[in-house]
């Protein structure tokens, strides 16, 4: 049975709602009418709780950490503020302290974007990641360099020597250039170093004789610092590293935010966003982002069927 003080509150709440929807909540919250503004408040809390449904549901993007943290967030934070305007979802920017760390967020589903080539192996593969896109830049190679003035100029010379690497996940700077030390004996101490800048600091600073490197990542360090390297290996050509989305983003918000990366280079305030980028890491001033289904990184899952047991 209701109790007697409701049969006063519903008339008026009724009445408050009546009004609401009349659009006269003004003349309703004039004093001396507490019960119906009272009634009044609580209904629109309650109408506006469909519009808080529909917000956007914030994604995280990781990128691998190619750079120091802070260069890769100066680089990626203007392009991830623009695609989330221009898509209409909110996309946040999430870095592991090492390219190692953020590769682990993926794998804990911890997010739903990524640029990486992290996720090629057979295993993970299985988990449902799909490419949408790519980086336009040129081809890029597996590398194993030393300073222009070292005395090294083979392989076989770093037997025993310290190489530096920027992590365990790092499929073109580490497992590529490490597997070809390995397939020709030459047994070296290597040392992770978070990233490539990481590693770069070590061979600048000679406690490593050598770095495993990407091409790209090698020219864009002697652009910025000034240092010249010899390059003692290189690999075939590879593509650069792939947008992917996971499976469980709505094809809806997945549209939405390819779209947006794809028409960055076809729109003034995208160009000039992707350029600055670009000269900021030394990358080419053209350098957009264009579609990919994922064919294109073959020769990334290949290496797994042949690569040392330690590396796939």
């Given at each position: 049975?209701?109790?007697?003080?409701?049969?006063?509150?519903?008339?008026?709440?009724?009445?408050?709602?009546?009004?609401?929807?009349?659009?006269?909540?003004?003349?309703?919250?004039?004093?001396?009418?507490?019960?119906?503004?009272?009634?009044?408040?609580?209904?629109?809390?309650?109408?506006?709780?469909?519009?808080?449904?529909?917000?956007?549901?914030?994604?995280?993007?990781?990128?691998?950490?190619?750079?120091?943290?802070?260069?890769?967030?100066?680089?990626?934070?203007?392009?991830?503020?623009?695609?989330?305007?221009?898509?209409?979802?909110?996309?946040?920017?999430?870095?592991?302290?090492?390219?190692?760390?953020?590769?682990?967020?993926?794998?804990?589903?911890?997010?739903?974007?990524?640029?990486?080539?992290?996720?090629?192996?057979?295993?993970?593969?299985?988990?449902?990641?799909?490419?949408?896109?790519?980086?336009?830049?040129?081809?890029?190679?597996?590398?194993?360099?030393?300073?222009?003035?070292?005395?090294?100029?083979?392989?076989?010379?770093?037997?025993?020597?310290?190489?530096?690497?920027?992590?365990?996940?790092?499929?073109?700077?580490?497992?590529?250039?490490?597997?070809?030390?390995?397939?020709?004996?030459?047994?070296?101490?290597?040392?992770?170093?978070?990233?490539?800048?990481?590693?770069?600091?070590?061979?600048?600073?000679?406690?490593?004789?050598?770095?495993?490197?990407?091409?790209?990542?090698?020219?864009?360090?002697?652009?910025?610092?000034?240092?010249?390297?010899?390059?003692?290996?290189?690999?075939?050509?590879?593509?650069?590293?792939?947008?992917?989305?996971?499976?469980?983003?709505?094809?809806?918000?997945?549209?939405?935010?390819?779209?947006?990366?794809?028409?960055?280079?076809?729109?003034?305030?995208?160009?000039?966003?992707?350029?600055?980028?670009?000269?900021?890491?030394?990358?080419?001033?053209?350098?957009?982002?264009?579609?990919?289904?994922?064919?294109?990184?073959?020769?990334?899952?290949?290496?797994y069927q042949n690569a040392p047991a330690s590396l796939r």
């Amino acid at each position: 049975m209701m109790p007697p003080a409701m049969h006063a509150i519903v008339p008026a709440c009724r009445a408050a709602r009546t009004a609401v929807q009349g659009k006269t909540i003004r003349f309703l919250l004039q004093p001396g009418r507490r019960l119906v503004r009272t009634c009044v408040l609580a209904l629109m809390t309650l109408l506006a709780l469909p519009a808080l449904a529909q917000e956007p549901r914030t994604y995280y993007f990781s990128p691998v950490n190619q750079y120091g943290i802070e260069l890769t967030a100066r680089y990626w934070n203007p392009l991830i503020r623009y695609v989330s305007e221009r898509a209409g979802v909110r996309l946040q920017l999430k870095l592991g302290r090492t390219s190692a760390d953020t590769t682990a967020y993926v794998l804990a589903h911890e997010v739903d974007f990524v640029f990486t080539n992290h996720l090629f192996s057979p295993e993970r593969d299985r988990l449902g990641w799909k490419t949408f896109g790519r980086r336009s830049t040129p081809p890029i190679h597996s590398q194993i360099v030393v300073l222009a003035d070292s005395p090294v100029r083979t392989l076989e010379q770093l037997s025993g020597q310290t190489v530096a690497f920027p992590g365990p996940e790092a499929l073109v700077a580490y497992k590529f250039s490490y597997a070809e030390l390995v397939h020709r004996s030459v047994p070296v101490q290597v040392v992770f170093s978070g990233n490539m800048d990481g590693a770069f600091a070590q061979l600048s600073s000679g406690r490593a004789q050598a770095v495993g490197a990407n091409s790209q990542l090698t020219e864009g360090w002697t652009r910025r610092e000034g240092k010249a390297l010899r390059v003692l290996w290189q690999s075939q050509p590879l593509h650069d590293l792939a947008l992917m989305v996971s499976k469980h983003v709505p094809p809806a918000d997945l549209r939405a935010v390819e779209r947006a990366f794809l028409d960055m280079a076809r729109d003034p305030e995208g160009r000039r966003l992707l350029a600055s980028a670009a000269e900021l890491v030394k990358l080419p001033p053209d350098t957009a982002f264009v579609a990919s289904d994922g064919s294109e990184y073959g020769t990334y899952r290949s290496f797994y069927q042949n690569a040392p047991a330690s590396l796939r």
